[in-house]
């Protein structure tokens, strides 16, 4: 117990712990006069052709993000779950960059995919936490995330640390300078604090506790992000909960959807994407759901949502950093609701070493 800092679980601690390991994280990597990311460790990455990621669990919703983002900088990629990549499917060479996203270092299927990278001499790159991980010694170039050690099974601050550094390793790959994006990786980890300190994450979980589902909808970088709620969700509630893009919303979840089901949507900007989500919150409020938005305040998603949580405004992949804060502390207060085991769910590990 003296490890958890007086908070009930390691979850909670390390929900907190977030602002510190972020700054952890871009120590002496950015550089607000130039805008430009320096991550030294990492040798001359030259990608040719698609950039390939491959990851598990919570990881691969970092991943996907890793690949939107080079997506958005005119690099091609594409992510896996590793237990679904394999080289007869997918068309890996020696010119190839394939990127392991793991927390530990460790997980089976994860070390499988990157091993048969490595056997056709691609080169392979590992985003990972531990520092001699089977992952950091078997790849070619290592990417620390530096989130410091996480006890909680249900991954946290390794997903903000993950989605941070992916965040600077696709700006290097692309030769991006942008002092804008530097200046709004700073900003999280007091973004994240501000969170932490005025969430009304607790009452949310008070009312809905018993609920019989929870969805999660988001578009863009928050897509992941509703994938990445709903997996917290389930995992330390053993409540049953989705995440959905939320244009899929209507070719087919919007059956499930009751009185019962709350659906939480990030809407952030005033953009297409927050006004086409919007137009999907409609549809599920016209059902007597009721939906709870995490949003900057730039939209006027209020009008439509029971309850809002709050994020500061900030650019769309910097703000799902901030909006997943809320929703994991929804789950970890919907679980504490429920009594739940909240550090060790029953049935999983924490680091997965079979495949
Ligand atoms: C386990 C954990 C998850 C984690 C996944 C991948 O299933 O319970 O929280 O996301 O493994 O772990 P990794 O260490 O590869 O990121």
């Given at each position: 117990d003296a490890g958890k800092s007086g908070y009930d679980h390691y979850m909670l601690k390390e929900i907190n712990e977030q602002p510190t390991a972020l700054r952890e994280c871009f120590r002496g990597r950015l550089d607000e006069l130039t805008g430009r990311v320096k991550l030294?460790?990492?040798?001359?990455l030259e990608p040719n052709g698609i950039v390939t990621f491959v990851a598990c669990g919570t990881s691969y919703h970092a991943a996907m993000v890793g690949t939107r983002l080079l997506q958005e900088r005119g690099i091609p990629a594409q992510a896996f779950l590793a237990s679904e990549f394999n080289l007869d499917t997918v068309p890996i060479n020696p010119e190839s960059v394939v990127v392991g996203v793991t927390q530990s270092g460790e997980t089976a299927d994860t070390m499988r995919a990157l091993r048969e990278a490595n056997s056709v001499g691609a080169t392979t790159v590992a985003v990972t936490n531990v520092v001699g991980s089977s992952a950091a010694r078997e790849t070619d170039e290592v990417l620390y995330i530096r989130a410091g050690p996480e006890i909680s099974v249900a991954a946290t601050k390794t997903f903000a640390s993950q989605q941070a550094a992916l965040t600077m390793l696709a700006t290097v790959l692309s030769g991006q300078r942008s002092r804008e994006l530097v200046q709004e990786l700073r900003a999280v980890p007091d973004q994240i604090q501000s969170v932490l300190d005025t969430s009304s994450a607790r009452e949310i979980a008070e009312t809905y506790h018993g609920s019989d589902a929870y969805f999660f909808i988001g578009r863009g970088y928050h897509y992941p992000v509703a994938l990445e709620g709903a997996l917290k969700m389930k995992e330390i509630t053993y409540t049953h909960a989705e995440g959905f893009?939320?244009?899929?919303?209507?070719?087919?979840?919007?059956?499930?959807?009751?009185?019962?089901t709350p659906v939480f949507a990030i809407v952030t900007g005033d953009g297409r994407l927050a006004e086409k989500t919007i137009g999907n919150i409609k549809e599920v409020e016209a059902r007597g759901t009721p939906v709870v938005a995490v949003t900057?305040?730039?939209?006027?998603?209020e009008r439509y949502a029971d309850h809002v949580l709050e994020v500061p405004a900030s650019s769309s992949v910097t703000s799902s950093i901030v909006a997943n804060v809320q929703l994991q502390l929804v789950a970890y207060w919907t679980a504490n609701q429920l009594g739940r085991s909240i550090d060790k769910p029953r049935n999983l590990a924490k680091s997965v070493t079979v495949e």
């Open positions: 030294s460790e990492l040798g001359n893009a939320a244009g899929e919303l209507k070719h087919g979840p919007l059956a499930l959807v009751s009185a019962d900057d305040g730039q939209s006027n998603v």
